[in-house]
């Protein structure tokens, strides 16, 4: 079992970065593959960025490629989300989401935080 809590969210220009934390707290963190997850108002919850246990695999989604990077630190047992080129299309509530099995289309996500708000203006 995990327990997680984002922080980090607020409003950021465009063309702005901004850094979301999730902190974990569990015995077996470092066991569990952790994605972000976002859902944009009237949209339903959409993954974002993957990274495995190990940190050495991770999947973004094509609209943030290039753009956002996934990481963790299991010894201090955290995980990032460096958002950079900010859009307002970007603008959601994210989510920090953990698994211990690898990213699926559709399931995925056995343990999930609150949320925390990113808006990003034009």
């Known amino acids: 079992q995990v327990q997680l809590e984002e922080s980090g969210g607020g409003l950021v220009q465009a063309g702005g970065s901004l850094r979301l934390s999730c902190a974990a707290s569990?015995?077996?963190?470092?066991?569990?593959?952790m994605g972000w997850f976002r859902q944009a108002p009237g949209k339903e919850r959409e993954i974002a960025a993957v990274i495995s246990w190990n940190g050495r695999s991770t999947y973004y989604t094509d609209s943030v490629k290039g753009r956002f990077t996934i990481s963790r630190d299991n010894a201090n047992q955290l995980v990032y989300l460096q958002m950079n080129s900010l859009k307002s299309e970007d603008t959601a509530v994210y989510y920090c989401?953990?698994?211990?099995?690898?990213?699926?289309?559709?399931?995925?996500?056995?343990?999930w935080g609150q949320g925390t708000q990113v808006t990003v203006s034009s």
């Open positions: 569990g015995r077996t963190f470092s066991s569990y593959y």
């Open positions: 989401a953990a698994d211990i099995i690898s990213f699926r289309p559709t399931g995925w996500g056995r343990y």
